[in-house]
């Protein structure tokens, strides 16, 4: 069946740093991709998404490439800030459109 | 609208009682779905509705579980005979199609049985 692989936590960076949260998926078909964010206390928000091969989702200096041929859809932050500390899941939704298939989520730690 | 809200957000209940949480839509969105969420990982699909019509239940709904929206607003979720395994974090969550576009959580309702 179709599944998400991300990477995993804790990753801990140091303000500025830059950022990859590997993400690779299986499923038949083209889903869509996406990373969702929750912050402490929060519920799941989207981030970014990507609807087709080699499309490119960004959000908040947030940036991720839709790769088919590695199947992945990496996140990837140029300089992190402390407010970036959240859980970020990702995600892909089935070409048949019926509910998300999560990864198991990444903490990031941020500290100044 | 605030977004989607879920009630209570926290439940503590014994092993063996029944619990139900309540989950309220934004209120365009035809489309909403439960899901479970253990510590450690990510969301699992539960069940979602279109409007009032339940359309799929994962195969982690036992016939303990039981799922309503009744008239296509909010939806109740209704696990009967409570077990130690069924405490976890339960998220609701609605879009206006389908996941290809942005679905908007809830905050959850973190149930522990006890």
């Known amino acids: 069946g179709d599944s998400v692989t991300q990477m995993e936590g804790p990753v801990t960076l140091s303000e500025e740093a830059f950022l990859t949260i590997n993400c690779t998926y299986t499923?038949?078909?083209?889903?869509?991709l996406f990373w969702y964010v929750q912050y402490p206390g929060e519920g799941l928000q989207l981030l970014l998404k990507?609807?087709?091969?080699?499309d490119k989702g960004s959000n908040k200096g947030f940036e991720a490439t839709y790769r088919k041929e590695t199947t992945s859809f990496h996140l990837e932050k140029g300089s992190v800030q402390v407010s970036d500390s959240a859980v970020y899941f990702c995600?892909?939704?089935?070409?048949?459109?019926?509910?998300?298939?999560f990864g198991k989520g990444t903490t990031l730690s941020v500290s100044s | 609208d605030t977004g989607v809200s879920q009630d209570p957000r926290h439940k503590i209940t014994k092993r063996g009682q029944n619990v139900t949480f309540r989950c309220d839509p934004i209120?365009?969105?035809?489309?909403l779905y439960w899901y479970r969420q253990t510590l450690g990982q990510g969301p699992e699909f539960l069940t979602y509705?279109?409007?009032?019509?339940?359309?799929?239940k994962s195969r982690l709904l036992s016939d303990r579980f039981s799922a309503e929206r009744p008239k296509g607003s909010f939806s109740t979720l209704e696990i009967q005979r409570t077990e130690q395994g069924d405490s976890a974090m339960y998220l609701c969550a609605s879009s206006f199609r389908d996941p290809h576009t942005e679905a908007f959580f809830g905050q959850g309702t973190r149930l522990t049985v006890v």
């Open positions: 209120s365009e969105h035809n489309r």
């Open positions: 499923a038949t078909g083209y889903p869509s």
């Open positions: 990507a609807t087709k091969a080699d």
């Open positions: 509705f279109q409007n009032e019509a339940q359309l799929e």
């Open positions: 995600a892909l939704a089935h070409q048949a459109g019926t509910a998300l298939i």
